[in-house]
C-alpha cells in the first residue's frame, strides 16, 4: 500500500445558495481545489453526497461532476454513508491511491438542502434512520439526538444547560471562518433561550440546514512534494459502523462506531489521543460532541460535557474541536461536511487558520458521523515536516 | 416518505402484534425481526410474540415534528425497554408529556399512528401507555 497525500483543498461558503445549483457548488469547490493542488486532470472523482436524489431530484452525481469539470472519461462515483458520506468519498480516494489502482483523485462533497421545504428537508435527513422502525414512529433525525440527551442527562446528572459551551465555543470560532454559514455569537444565556425542537434539544443544539461543497485532491506521498509546496499526509483512514437503528445498541450512549473507528485510526497511525493537536468532531447535535469526545478516548463515559465545561475545546485547550465553527457554526450541508472538516483540518496543519490558527499544528483527527452513529469515519493528517 | 399499501401490509405482525423471533440456539429475544439473532450470530427465524411490557428507557416531547404528523402535535416519543430485551421506539400514549418518567412500566396498545390524506389508507400500530394492568 502507498501512503497518500492531500495536495490540495477548495470550498465554498456554507449558506442558503438560492442563486448556485448543487453542480455549480461542487464545481466552484472542486476547481478550486484542483487550481490549489495545481493540476488539471485526475484519474478518479469521487463524489459523496447523501440527499441529492431526495431533495433535488438528481442521482448519478459522479458521472455529471465529471462532465460538468470537462473530464468525461474519468473513473467517478457517487458515494452514500448519510451525513457521512463526504468522508466515506474520501475514504474510497485514499483507496483508490494506496491501491495503485489511481494515481490521482478529486474528492468532492456536495449537498443542496434548500431548494425543498424544512419539512421535506427533515424527512430526507430521517432516511439515515430505520425506515421501518424508528421513522415509521414518528421520529425526526432531532428526536434521535433527544432520546440520547435525555438518557445521557438521567444516567450522568447532567442538566442542559451543561452543554452550552460546545455552542458558544463553536460560534467563537466560526466568526473568523469567512466560508462559515453564521458569524453571530452565542451566549449561554440565548442557548438557554433557544426554542426547544424535541426536548431537550434546542434550535441552538442542533447544527443548520444549508447548501455546501469542499473538495480535495489526493496523491501517492512519494509524488506529492514534487506537486504541491505543502503536502498534508493522510495518516490514517478508518471506517466503523454500528446497528442501524439506536434501540437495537447493545448501549445506545457508547457510539460503538466512533470507538471502533477511533481505534482503528490510532493503530493505524500508530498515535493515541494524548498525540493529538487537534480533533474536528461531528457536532450535528451538542449531545454528539459528547459522546464522540468520549468514544474516542478524550473522556471518561459521562465526562464529555466536562471537557466543555472547563474550556479544554477551546484553541488553547487540551483538545480544541470545531476549530473553525464546526457543524454548529461553519454549517453541516450533510454531504460535504467530512471534506469541510478535512480542508479545516488542512488549514490547521499549513499554519493557515488565521485567527484560529493552533500553535505548531502537527496532528489533526476529523471524525464524520453518518445517522445517529450507525457509520462513523475516522481520519488523522499530519504535517509533513 | 409515505409508506405504501405493500409496506404496510409486509410489516402488520409486527405493528400489530409486536412479533418478533425466539432464537431456537440461544433463546435470545429478537425485535423487530432480522433472523440472524445478534446475540449468537446463528440464523433465528422462529417467530416469538412479545408481552408488550417494558419501561421508558429514554423519552422526548415533539414540538416541531416531521412531514406527516404535524396534527399529532406534541406528542412523546420513547425508547421502551422490553421485558424480554429488546428496545423498541414508539410514541407515548395516555400520559400527559411532564408525567413521563424514564423507568417508568409501560405497555403496548394498538393505536391509529397516522392518516394519509382524507382518501388515504389510516395507519395502526404499536404505542406504548403507563401500566395498568398488574
Redesign the interface.
Known sequence: MRDVAIIGIGQTPVGEHWNTSLRHLALEASLNALHDANVEKVDGIYVGNMLSGELTGQSHLGALVADFLGMSGVEALKIEAACASGSAALRVGVMAIASGMNDLALVTGVEKMTDTSGQATTAGLAMAADAEYEVSQGVSFVALNALLMQRYMYEHGWQRQDFANFVVNAHRNGRHNPYAMFHMQVTPESYANCATISDPVGLFDASPVCDGAAAVVLAPLEYARTLSPAPIKIKASAIATAPMAVHDREDPLALEAARLSAQRAYAMAKVGPEDLDFFELHDAFTIMSALSLEAAGFAERGKGVQLALDGEIALDGRIPITTMGGLKSRGHPVGATGIYQIVEAVLQLRGLAGENQIANARLGMTQNIGGSGATIITHILEALV | ?E?TIA?DWR?KA?RYRLEGEECPHCKHKIF?PRDIC?ACKQPAREPYRLSGRGEV?????????????EK?TP?T???VKLEEG??????LTDVA?EDVK?GMPVEMVTRK??AQGPEGTILY?YKFRPTMLG
Do not use: D
Not at chain 2, 86 to 91: G, I, K, N, S
Open positions: 416518505m409508506s409496506l410489516l409486527q423487530p445478534p428507557y429514554s423519552y422526548s416531547v415533539l414540538t416541531t415534528p416531521p412531514a406527516g404528523f399529532y406528542y416519543v420513547a425508547l429488546p428496545m423498541v421506539t414508539a410514541q408529556p424514564i399512528m397516522r400500530g
